[in-house]
């Protein structure tokens, strides 16, 4: 499904009888069931009037412009909705990582579409802001990967709602070196803790 050279990581569909020669192989240093993302879900933005963005834009002039923001989180599901009602505008989605029918459990269903929901945010918050876009499915390598790729394609501030149940506690996962590496690259990284 995925490879990752860089993180050493590989995403593939196998038959179970296949793990026992897979697990043989030199190159293999471990088998896991594949991580699934648990989304951080917003449903409403108040976020506008509690953080002020409203008065900053109308007192100081700020409206994001000029600023690139990056969206890690699940889909871009239902972005053409959103657009079409004018909440949304232009959004540079990353090539191949739209997350669009890439959801569980069948893959093929759309996904709750919370990436599009941070968008809308985010185009509230700062109307003046580019809007990217990458999924953060596919497990901790893919979401690694896409972090890297937003910044890549000149994201500021990138922000995540997206967490799995493997990152490591007491060390650096993929996840956080990429998120060291932005950062260190001069990006601003928000990640959502929780409703």
């Not at 050279?5 to 009888?17: D, F, G, K, Q, Y």
């Not at 004018?86 to 269903?109: R, Y």
Request: charged share 15%.
């Amino acid at each position: 499904v995925h490879s990752f050279p860089e993180s050493a990581a590989l995403r593939a569909w196998l038959p179970l009888e296949a793990l026992e020669t897979l697990a043989g192989l030199a190159d293999v240093r471990a088998i896991r069931r594949a991580a699934e993302p648990m989304h951080r879900k917003l449903t409403t933005s108040q976020g506008d009037v509690a953080h002020r963005a409203n008065l900053a834009r109308s007192t100081l002039g700020i409206d994001g412009s000029g600023v690139k923001v990056g969206v890690a989180s699940d889909s871009v599901d239902f972005l053409s909705t959103v657009q079409a009602t004018g909440d949304v505008g232009p959004v540079t989605v990353l090539p191949g990582l739209s997350g669009v029918n890439t959801c569980p459990p069948t893959g093929t269903a759309p996904c709750a579409g919370e990436g599009t929901a941070l968008l809308e945010i985010v185009s509230d918050l700062a109307p003046g802001a580019s809007l990217f876009f990458a999924t953060a499915n596919g497990g901790d390598a893919a979401m690694a990967a896409s972090i890297q790729a937003l910044r890549a394609a000149g994201c500021d501030i990138i922000f995540d709602d997206t967490g799995y149940f493997d990152e490591p506690v007491f060390q650096d996962g993929v996840i956080a070196q990429a998120v060291n590496a932005v950062t260190a690259d001069g990006a601003v990284y928000v990640s959502a803790a929780g409703n």
